[in-house]
């Protein structure tokens, strides 16, 4: 499974912007799918997750202002940023795994397959 994360970029603080990820290969749509994030300096973050069953699961740093879908039919899964701050600057990863319980979905080891990540800049 090949992972292809886009749509980062420069945004104002407070501003809005969309994430997407591509899986293609040997895809499955059980699989579960999520957002990691690393800041300069910082160590990897969850940021937010969705199983196959669209059931999510999101950091409490962005609850509330992000919003991950994803369309099994197009491989393919979003995470919709709003009222971004600073503190959201950050290479954004995209994963998926099979991760078989909830209580999982926010420990990066359980994730097998990664992308390339996407740079998401908040400016001030």
């Known amino acids: 499974v090949q992972l292809q994360a886009s749509g980062g970029g420069l945004v104002q603080a407070g501003g809005s912007l969309g994430l997407s990820c591509a899986a293609s290969?040997?895809?499955?749509?059980?699989?579960?799918m999520g957002w990691f994030r690393r800041a300069p300096g910082k160590e990897r973050e969850f940021v937010a997750a969705i199983n196959w069953s669209g059931g999510t699961s999101y950091s409490d740093s962005v609850k509330g202002r992000f919003t991950i879908t994803r369309k099994n039919a197009k491989n393919t899964m979003y995470l919709q940023m709003n009222s971004l701050k600073r503190e959201d600057t950050a290479v954004y990863y995209c994963?998926?795994?099979?991760?078989?319980?909830?209580?999982?979905?926010?420990?990066?080891?359980?994730?097998?397959?990664w992308g390339q990540g996407t740079l998401v800049t908040v400016s001030s």
């Open positions: 290969g040997r895809t499955s749509s059980r699989n579960t």
């Open positions: 994963a998926a795994g099979h991760v078989s319980s909830n209580s999982m979905l926010s420990f990066a080891r359980y994730y097998v397959y």
